[in-house]
């Protein structure tokens, strides 16, 4: 099994910035798609960010675009997340998902399912302050 742990979460001012990390404990990474979720109280589990294997190919939720980056070091068997721009309602426990054994990501419409994954980790909260 592959054991997703992410770190970076914090307390920021709205307007600020911060940078999430997931790193991979097992197995082959680079041929892991992954994924950043992120859930608030009450709500769904929602997509926020998703890059291909290869590293060729992001996808972002519409309300993340401009502000949100996604990217993978392939030596540190890890995934970042950098978030700018933060507002109050970016305020969730994000969720890191790795992709192993489900569809590769071909398009928005998988890369953004939270079945298209396999493993996810325990979340690491994220509070911006107005």
């Known amino acids: 099994q592959v054991h997703p742990v992410e770190s970076g979460g914090g307390l920021v001012h709205a307007g600020g910035s911060l940078r999430l990390s997931c790193t991979a404990s097992?197995?082959?990474?680079?041929?892991?798609?992954m994924g950043w979720f992120r859930q608030a109280p009450g709500k769904e589990r929602e997509f926020v960010a998703a890059?291909?294997?290869?590293?060729?190919?992001?996808y972002y939720a519409d309300s993340m675009k401009g502000r949100f980056t996604i990217s993978r070091e392939e030596a540190e068997n890890t995934v970042y997340l950098q978030m700018n721009k933060l507002t109050p309602e970016d305020t969730a426990v994000y969720l890191c998902?790795?992709?192993?054994?489900?569809?590769?990501?071909?398009?928005?419409?998988?890369?953004?399912?939270?079945?298209?994954?396999?493993?996810w980790g325990q979340g690491t909260q994220v509070t911006v302050s107005s």
């Open positions: 998902a790795v992709g192993v054994h489900g569809p590769a990501l071909v398009g928005y419409g998988v890369a953004s399912q939270v079945r298209t994954y396999d493993y």
């Open positions: 097992k197995g082959t990474f680079s041929r892991y798609s």
């Open positions: 890059i291909t294997w290869s590293g060729d190919r992001t």
